[in-house]
């Protein structure tokens, strides 16, 4: 079955530091990977998808993932952090079919 | 365009009690899903369902039924609850695979 394991629960940065958020996956064939953003009392936002192509895949509100094939990781990455970017991201793979496999949730705090 | 909608966004019931959770959308998305999501576990899938007319059971459909209505709705059911379902809902579409879009979530209390 296909997999993704989130390493930290919570991950901290300044304010106008780059952020990562990490991921890795396990699946057998082509991965399909996504990312999701969940503010405090709202449902899951989609942010940006891996299924094929360049390995650099650039999503909303100037978040972009790296998919490394090798490593087999789908890191979350951001250039400049804002305090509003602090909230719940979770990494997903499709797991057969229509169905996704989410890993457990990084905490991303903000701090100015 | 509202995309999904959840209803109710609250419930507190007691044990054994049942309810219906509503869920719908207008992405004309073919596939939906039933998510549950607790501390420190993530998001578990109840059930799903790939198009109009099929339902499957997800990772924790135990407790749970659903009715795929039409293409738009999709419902879930809690014919007895017990306190171990207090959680936080969620009702998911999408269009074939691709990316998934969350409805704001029906919190509920189960005492």
């Known amino acids: 079955a296909q997999s993704v394991a989130q390493p930290e629960d919570q991950v901290n940065v300044a304010e106008g530091n780059p952020l990562t958020v990490k991921c890795t996956y396990s699946?057998?064939?082509?991965?399909?990977l996504f990312w999701y953003v969940q503010y405090p009392n709202r449902g899951l936002q989609f942010l940006l998808k891996y299924i094929t192509g360049d390995n650099l895949v650039k999503g909303s509100y100037g978040f972009e993932a790296e998919f490394n094939k090798s490593q087999t990781s789908f890191h979350l990455k951001k250039p400049s952090a804002l305090v509003s970017d602090s909230a719940l991201y979770f990494c997903?793979?499709?797991?057969?079919?229509?169905?996704?496999?989410f890993g457990a949730g990084t905490i991303l705090r903000v701090k100015s | 365009n509202a995309g999904v909608t959840q209803t109710p966004k609250f419930q507190v019931l007691k044990t054994g009690q049942s309810m219906t959770l509503q869920c719908a959308q207008d992405?004309?998305?073919?596939?939906m899903y039933w998510y549950r999501q607790d501390p420190g576990m993530g998001l578990r899938l109840i059930y799903y369902s790939a198009s109009e007319g099929t339902t499957d059971k997800g990772e924790v459909p135990n407790g749970y039924n659903v009715s795929r209505l039409n293409k738009r709705e999709f419902s879930l059911r809690l014919e007895s609850a017990a306190p171990s379902q207090t959680s936080v809902y969620f009702c998911a579409s999408s269009y074939q695979g691709t990316e998934q879009y969350f409805g704001p979530g029906t919190r509920l209390t189960v005492t």
């Open positions: 699946v057998s064939g082509n991965p399909y």
């Open positions: 992405m004309n998305h073919n596939s």
């Open positions: 997903a793979v499709r797991d057969g079919g229509n169905k996704l496999v």
